[in-house]
């Protein structure tokens, strides 16, 4: 069985809606996984939109929501999870506001696409003290053993 990411709120390649970005109440969406492999220690979640600022002329990747260490047995996330709700273990990076949780999407122009990206592991990391994009992605190397995206669009009225 493949590691698949699903959200109750969009489906995949779909319309996130506006109570998920800056334009509404900027509350994470629900978030379900299955199919994570066996030999896996723990799951990580990067959310980023490759199109910033503008999907015409993309410069950078834009990181929205940096997590790590959540438990192998965890099956999803809550709609606007909080920290203290967040499975026991799992610990935040920092996103290109330079904090800690979700931000929602923001786009200054154009429709951009928003990559939620689940990696199953074969360890759990060390504490890494609020890791960038980069710094997780370093210490996933050669640890990931499956990898789920979900993709959603949003463009601002």
Known sequence: MALIITSS????????????????????????WSGVPAGAKS?????????????AAPKMTWVHWVLYNIPSNANGL????AVKDLPSGTLHGVNDWKRAGYGGPCPPVGK???FFKLYALDSV????????KATLEKAMQGHVLAQSDLIGLYQRQ
């Open 9 to 32: 709120s969009f489906i995949h390649k779909g319309v996130i809606p506006p109570r998920h970005t800056c334009d509404g109440a900027n509350v994470s969406p629900p978030l379900a």
């Open 43 to 55: 799951l990580a979640l990067i959310a980023d939109d490759p199109d910033a600022p503008d999907p």
């Open 78 to 81: 809550a709609e606007g999870v």
């Open 125 to 132: 990391l060390p504490d890494l003290k609020y890791p960038a």
């Open 112 to 114: 951009h696409r928003y």
